[in-house]
């Protein structure tokens, strides 16, 4: 059984897979964890000769879900590290080299990639390698038959980390893909956040989620909201993008879906708000990022045109119990970043829910077959212009 559903049920429901990888998180955020204490000497070896040169620029890249754990990790990286670090995607590197590459600057690129064998991925690694005079490469995937992974083997300037096998999420939608490969790079770069005792906590956190909230959410997904916002700050926004992604991907568009930032919310994104709309916030733990998110939450409370908003919080207090909030439970202190994993899962397990109340296959969910588990139809181009080819690219 997962998500309480009986697993004979979710097969008949084309469900399975997408229920089984957002239920096993916690326990692959510990393996995660495990494997990379594994190859810690050997990543360390890589690592602290480029971390010594201050003038290094570390970019986040991937496509789509892959991409967006570069959103979540930019804020944490740049400022614990202090130093430039950027997430562009694979997306944008590809199709414009020339305005995100600087030659100059040694570049570390940090590929995040479920399958590793994008054309985008791919094509992101050479680009680096033209453009810039000193490039190295660090791989984060879940497939140790993928193409980053084996040109790592082959290059000084590579070190490639592969994940536990069960992460490389065989349903349509990324999530155990997401937030171990999330995890990984946070532990790679800074340790302290990954001790024995924070994964324990976050696993025993991500474990009362899912056990305590399944049947809310299951509840407010059977209320089959038209429109969802979800809402974030700092590194919690780029989780809100992918929340917003992983519903709408499940859905197959049937659900309207956006993100933004609390305080960019009102900038004009407000004006999706109506009673068909859910609104879910993400609100940190930091004391002064936190002022900003309950500002917005009691504004939209007292402006009573949302359908619901709810609150997902690590803290509870009279301003967020004044209305509909969850609670993820022993992480009342906890950086923001460490929220980043038991937050993902009400948003998994929402979309999840709300998939099947629309009669959706979670594990397959695009009806007419034209948005897939493999993106088809992708075209690299020679950067002098010269096409290449088509290929294909796994989502995320």
């Not at 990790?73 to 202090?82: D, F, H």
């Not at 139809?377 to 088509?390: E, F, L, P, Y």
């Amino acid at each position: 059984m997962y998500l309480n559903i009986p697993e004979d049920v979710l097969e008949s429901q084309n469900a399975v897979w997408t229920a089984r990888e957002i239920s096993q998180q916690p326990e692959t955020w510990q393996e995660t964890a495990h494997l990379l204490a594994k190859v810690r000497p050997a990543l360390d070896g890589f690592l602290k000769p480029l971390l010594d040169d201050p003038r290094l620029r570390i970019i986040l890249t991937g496509a789509g879900t892959s991409a967006f754990i570069g959103e979540c990790l930019e804020p944490v990286l740049a400022s614990r590290l202090g130093r430039r670090v950027d997430a562009i995607a694979t997306t944008d590197l590809v199709s414009g080299p020339g305005d995100y590459f600087q030659a100059d600057i040694p570049t570390l690129l940090v590929s995040f990639g479920r399958s590793g064998s994008s054309p985008e991925s791919m094509a992101a690694v050479s680009l680096a390698d033209e453009c810039v005079e000193r490039t190295y490469h660090l791989v984060v995937t879940c497939n140790t038959s993928g193409e980053l992974y084996t040109l790592c083997q082959k290059r000084a300037n590579c070190f490639a980390i592969a994940l536990p096998e069960r992460t490389h999420d065989r349903s349509f939608a990324m999530t155990s893909s997401f937030s171990c490969m999330m995890l990984a790079a946070l532990g790679t770069f800074l340790p302290q956040f990954t001790t024995e005792a924070n994964i324990a906590a976050l696993a025993t956190a991500g474990s009362a989620v899912l056990e305590h909230f399944g049947g809310e959410l299951q509840k407010i997904a059977d209320i089959n909201f038209e429109r969802v916002v979800y809402l974030g700050s700092k590194g919690l926004k780029g989780l809100a993008r992918e929340a917003s992604l992983k519903l709408l991907e499940l859905t197959d568009g049937k659900t309207v879906t956006t993100f933004d930032s609390p305080l960019g919310f009102r900038h004009g994104p407000k004006t999706i708000i109506n009673r068909e709309t859910l609104v879910i916030m993400f609100v940190s733990n930091d004391p002064y990022t936190r002022q900003y998110d309950l500002d917005l939450l009691d504004e939209l409370r007292a402006d009573g045109e949302v359908g619901r908003v709810i609150a997902i919080v690590a803290q509870a207090c009279p301003r967020v119990m004044a209305g509909d909030y969850m609670l993820v439970e022993g992480l009342p202190d906890a950086n923001d970043t460490l929220l980043l994993f038991p937050y993902i899962l009400f948003a998994q397990v929402y979309a999840f829910y709300h998939a099947l109340c629309l009669g959706n296959a979670p594990d397959s969910p695009s009806a007419s077959g034209t948005v897939n588990r493999v993106v088809k139809g992708v075209t690299i181009h020679d950067h002098s212009g010269k096409a290449k080819g088509r290929a294909v690219s796994e989502v995320g």
